[in-house]
T-cell receptor, first 112, second 114 residues
Framework: GESVGLHLPTLSVQEGDNSIINCAYSNSASDYFIWYKQESGKGPQFIIDIRSNMDKRQGQRVTVLLNKTVKHLSLQIAATQPGDSAVYFCAENKGGADGLTFGKGTHLIIQP | NAGVTQTPKFQVLKTGQSMTLQCAQDMNHEYMSWYRQDPGMGLRLIHYSVGAGITDQGEVPNGYNVSRSTTEDFPLRLLSAAPSQTSVYFC?????????????FGQGTRLTVV
């Protein structure tokens, strides 16, 4: 089964509010995690990454939190904008050559 | 800098036909991979390559072949198309599997098998 999953398939937030998208992973050997954004009809785009030796990493309007104790990853988007509407995927790298394992995705909907 | 380029963007095949999905990257990346994306299933790894001349199977390789004769190109071949292969296919590349870095994705090929 999926080693990476998401708690909610759809998240609806008001424009200007903060969004939190969650992800659970099951492989304790995973050492690298990435959040991707996928807009309709496009390929996934890198948002932010975090290594297993970190708990938090911040980018422009985005923050990723990693809780290795409970194998949980979250993406926080500050002051969401209409352009943030997309499907968000978390992905983990277990360190081998067989690439990233993706979760099923969360569809973020921004309400005006 | 084009990044990862996939062709075609759309394709309709009849059951039993064969075709090749093209993927090229201009970033001199060692690692390339193919994923398929189905509703509710996320992205699943089909095949990957850690460098020219080296390929290996991913999670869902049946019905697909790949080759990596150059660093730039990583074509995916459907040997005998089946309706179960209707999906959106993404090619991705990254610097090296030995270094944790992001994967860059192409725009995808939407394939329908009838």
């Amino acid at each position: 089964g999926e080693s990476v999953g998401l708690h909610l398939p759809t998240l609806s937030v008001q424009e200007g509010d903060n969004s939190i998208i969650n992800c659970a992973y099951s492989n304790s050997a995973s050492d690298y995690f990435i959040w991707y954004k996928q807009e309709s009809g496009k390929g996934p785009q890198f948002i932010i990454d975090i290594r297993s030796n970190m708990d938090k990493r911040q980018g422009q309007r985005v923050t990723v939190l990693l809780n290795k104790t409970v194998k949980h990853l979250s993406l926080q988007i500050a002051a969401t904008q209409p352009g943030d509407s997309a499907v968000y995927f978390c992905a983990e790298n277990k360190g081998g050559a067989d690439g990233l394992t993706f979760g099923k995705g969360t569809h973020l909907i921004i309400q005006p | 800098n084009a990044g990862v380029t996939q062709t075609p963007k759309f394709q309709v095949l009849k059951t039993g036909q064969s075709m090749t999905l093209q993927c090229a990257q201009d970033m001199n990346h060692e690692y390339m991979s193919w994923y398929r994306q189905d509703p509710g299933m996320g992205l699943r790894l089909i095949h990957y390559s850690v460098g020219a001349g080296i390929t290996d199977q991913g999670e869902v390789p049946n019905g697909y072949n790949v080759s990596r004769s150059t660093t730039e190109d990583f074509p995916l071949r459907l040997l005998s198309a089946a309706p179960s292969q209707t999906s959106v296919y993404f090619c991705a590349s990254s610097y090296s599997y030995r270094v944790n870095t992001e994967a860059f994705f192409g725009q995808g090929t939407r394939l329908t098998v009838v």
